[in-house]
């Protein structure tokens, strides 16, 4: 295998270490978020994603208010509202880390929302479930409602979970569980694997993706839970279907096909198109590997034969070559995001769509703020 893991944390001759090292990294995690601001900021990162941003803020603030009581307090133990104060934290944690470069790591951190998700989904279609899993000691929550158990449980119900199975595994097997396939996991054109944060288009637009899936829903869930007032449920039902509009069909179940094609092939070509068509850079290079290796003491002209010192210029310049090609390919990425978003489907949007349509519906038919059993809300909507 290649040797293509890098770190952040070379610098020079001598290797960071002790709290140069930590502090190094973090520095260049906070140089990614302000990186990604800015990409946000200034409209770089497509029509979609950055709305998706947006409106991910937007449910976070409701679902905060909920879970302090902003509207009103229950008395009733502020169960639903400290499991939504869990869900929010573990979406900060996740949106933390996405800023930050860790995009696997911020998939460990959206599993938890999506356990969570799960979880109020099944107390919304019966309540006694709430009542039951309250009572039980954590230990026994876990036998009785741990992950299988819930989405078994949904399904049971005639329900589809809103995180599938398929969407789990794969949040824990590559944001949380080492595996063949998670070790070598990366999001990168070249397929390089950085040790430490790194900035990736593709990383960030699967875990906003992935957490908008998760968190429109929630939405819903959480103002049945609470009994919100019709007017709040409108509210809630609203910002799910904002985030539903814009969230696109990618993410950790099928971006592989997806970004597949964005990666090896398109390294090879952009490599080659530049051999055709720009010798003279190419020549550039070449001279300035040379000097390079000259100045670093590594082209001992007098030793070297001429076969061995062509051989180290055309493997310096070939790298030079593959950096600036990979370097351009990442501007490029940009533009793709933008296309990407533009162009990918909506399927499993619309079924999410179905479920908020139906509790639109509700709402309008509703002449009181009660909210009988969500099942009435909670329509089953067709599986892709
Ligand atoms: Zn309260």
């Not at 950085?194 to 900035?199: D, L, R, T």
């Not at 499993?348 to 479920?355: P, R, T």
């Given at each position: 295998?290649?040797?293509?893991?890098?770190?952040?944390?070379?610098?020079?001759?001598?290797?960071?270490?002790?709290?140069?090292?930590?502090?190094?990294?973090?520095?260049?995690?906070?140089?990614?978020?302000?990186?990604?601001?800015?990409?946000?900021?200034?409209?770089?990162?497509?029509?979609?994603?950055p709305?998706?941003?947006?409106?991910?803020?937007?449910?976070?603030?409701?679902?905060?208010?909920?879970a302090t009581?902003q509207?009103?307090?229950?008395?009733?133990?502020?169960?639903?509202?400290?499991?939504?104060?869990?869900?929010c934290?573990?979406t900060?944690a996740?949106?933390?880390?996405?800023?930050?470069?860790?995009?696997?790591?911020?998939?460990?951190?959206?599993?938890?929302?999506?356990e969570?998700v799960?979880?109020?989904?099944?107390?919304?279609?019966n309540?006694?479930?709430?009542?039951?899993?309250?009572?039980?000691?954590?230990?026994?929550?876990w036998?009785?409602?741990?992950?299988?158990?819930?989405?078994?449980?949904?399904?049971?119900c005639g329900?589809?979970?809103?995180?599938?199975e398929n969407?789990?595994?794969?949040?824990c097997?590559?944001?949380?569980?080492?595996?063949?396939p998670?070790?070598?996991?990366?999001?990168?054109?070249?397929?390089?694997l950085?040790?430490?944060?790194?900035?990736?288009?593709?990383g960030?637009i699967?875990v906003?993706?992935?957490?908008?899936?998760?968190?429109?829903?929630?939405?819903?869930?959480?103002?049945?839970?609470?009994e919100?007032?019709k007017?709040?449920?409108?509210?809630?039902?609203?910002?799910?279907?904002?985030l539903?509009n814009?969230?696109?069909?990618?993410?950790?179940?099928n971006y592989?096909?997806?970004l597949?094609e964005?990666?090896?092939q398109?390294?090879?070509?952009?490599v080659?198109?530049?051999l055709?068509?720009?010798?003279p850079?190419?020549?550039?290079l070449?001279?300035?590997?040379?000097?390079?290796l000259?100045?670093?003491?590594?082209?001992?002209?007098?030793?070297?034969?001429?076969?061995?010192?062509?051989?180290a210029?055309?493997?310096?310049?070939?790298?030079?070559?593959?950096?600036?090609?990979?370097?351009?390919?990442?501007?490029?990425?940009?533009?793709?995001?933008?296309?990407?978003?533009?162009?990918a489907?909506?399927r499993?949007?619309?079924?999410?769509?179905?479920?908020?349509?139906?509790?639109?519906?509700?709402?309008?038919?509703?002449?009181?703020?009660?909210?009988?059993?969500?099942?009435?809300?909670?329509?089953?909507?067709?599986?892709?």
């Amino acid at each position: 295998m290649d040797d293509n893991t890098d770190t952040n944390a070379a610098s020079g001759e001598a290797f960071l270490k002790g709290k140069d090292l930590i502090r190094n990294e973090q520095l260049l995690e906070d140089e990614i978020t302000a990186l990604t601001d800015y990409l946000f900021d200034t409209s770089q990162l497509g029509i979609y994603t950055p709305q998706i941003y947006e409106q991910l803020g937007n449910s976070l603030s409701l679902l905060t208010q909920i879970a302090t009581c902003q509207w009103g307090c229950r008395n009733s133990g502020h169960d639903i509202e400290a499991i939504l104060r869990r869900f929010c934290n573990a979406t900060l944690a996740a949106l933390r880390l996405m800023n930050a470069g860790l995009y696997e790591e911020a998939l460990g951190q959206t599993r938890n929302t999506a356990e969570i998700v799960n979880l109020l989904e099944l107390f919304c279609l019966n309540k006694s479930n709430l009542e039951e899993w309250k009572k039980l000691s954590s230990k026994e929550q876990w036998k009785r409602f741990g992950p299988v158990k819930v989405r078994l449980a949904i399904e049971n119900c005639g329900e589809q979970p809103v995180v599938t199975e398929n969407l789990y595994s794969k949040l824990c097997e590559i944001g949380i569980h080492i595996s063949l396939p998670s070790i070598y996991q990366s999001y990168e054109i070249n397929r390089a694997l950085i040790v430490g944060g790194h900035f990736s288009i593709q990383g960030l637009i699967i875990v906003l993706n992935t957490l908008a899936q998760i968190v429109a829903p929630c939405l819903v869930f959480a103002g049945v839970l609470v009994e919100a007032s019709k007017e709040n449920m409108r509210m809630l039902t609203e910002a799910s279907q904002s985030l539903l509009n814009v969230k696109r069909d990618i993410d950790l179940t099928n971006y592989e096909s997806f970004l597949t094609e964005q990666k090896v092939q398109r390294i090879h070509e952009a490599v080659n198109e530049k051999l055709l068509k720009s010798w003279p850079k190419v020549q550039e290079l070449g001279d300035e590997a040379y000097n390079e290796l000259i100045q670093e003491g590594k082209l001992d002209t007098d030793k070297l034969s001429e076969q061995e010192i062509r051989q180290a210029v055309i493997e310096r310049a070939g790298n030079k070559l593959l950096e600036n090609t990979r370097r351009d390919l990442q501007n490029k990425d940009l533009e793709w995001a933008e296309n990407a978003s533009k162009f990918a489907f909506e399927r499993k949007v619309a079924s999410l769509m179905h479920m908020i349509e139906k509790a639109n519906e509700q709402i309008q038919n509703t002449q009181n703020s009660d909210h009988e059993s969500v099942d009435k809300l909670y329509q089953p909507h067709e599986t892709n």
